[in-house]
Antibody
């Protein structure tokens, strides 16, 4: 059974940083395309970033230059480093498995809440 | 960016009703269109991928259709557990994907 467990969320002030983690079991992070999707309170879903099996990373325009996605194969864990956080980055962040070629999200974590406020 | 417009944004329906939700793309996405269900406080769950393929384990009362710019999610007979929000998502512009604004299905 695939499990994705996010952690690292919390309350920070604008301009501060956070690092989210996604510990995977039942799948190998480096063998899969892995994304982060976020959801502002009461709002819709927004794709944030993806890491390909080969290590290439891509970002939504709203976070490019501020967020960095990486993985640790020894820990089978995905990381999202979030810098220069803004109030509009507030929301639940989900770690998801992105199905190759068809590109839909078939496995989701439970999410971790990030709040950016002064 | 490819914009997805869902309609309606909310609807009220009764158990047993046939429900249809539409998703219109701002440009041709072929069949790179997926549908998700989300219940309050929970992560979304994929229902339909590639416009019309039913995800394993999803009840057959859910179906999807369409191609190009116009897509439909249909629930043939609404069940109590189907009251939730539904989102479409396009992956034509992968790696960057976008979601529709969502449709909330409420009990009449």
């Amino acid at each position: 059974e695939v499990q994705l467990v996010e952690s690292g969320g919390g309350l920070v002030q604008p301009g501060e940083s956070l690092r989210l983690s996604c510990a995977a079991s039942g799948l190998t992070v480096s063998d899969n395309y892995m994304s982060w999707v976020r959801q502002a309170p009461g709002k819709g879903l927004e794709w944030v970033s993806i890491i390909y099996t080969g290590g290439s990373t891509y970002y939504a325009d709203s976070v490019r230059g501020r967020f960095a996605l990486s993985r640790d194969t020894s820990k089978n864990t995905l990381y999202l480093q979030m810098n220069s956080l803004r109030p509009e980055d507030t929301g639940v962040y989900y770690c998801v498995r992105d199905v190759d070629s068809v590109w839909y999200f078939d496995h989701w974590g439970q999410g971790t809440m990030v709040s950016v406020s002064s | 960016d490819i914009l997805l417009t869902q309609s309606p944004s909310s609807l009220s329906a009764s158990v047993g009703d046939r429900v249809t939700i539409t998703c219109r793309a701002s440009q041709n996405v072929r069949t790179y269109l997926n549908w998700y269900q989300q219940k309050p406080g929970k992560a979304p769950k994929v229902l339909i991928y590639s416009a019309s393929s039913l995800q394993s384990g999803v009840p057959s009362r859910f179906s999807g259709s369409g191609s190009g710019t116009d897509f439909t999610l249909t629930i043939s007979s609404l069940q109590p557990e189907d009251f939730a929000s539904y989102f479409c998502q396009q992956s034509y512009s992968a790696p960057r994907k976008t979601f529709g604004g969502g449709t909330k299905v409420e009990i009449k």
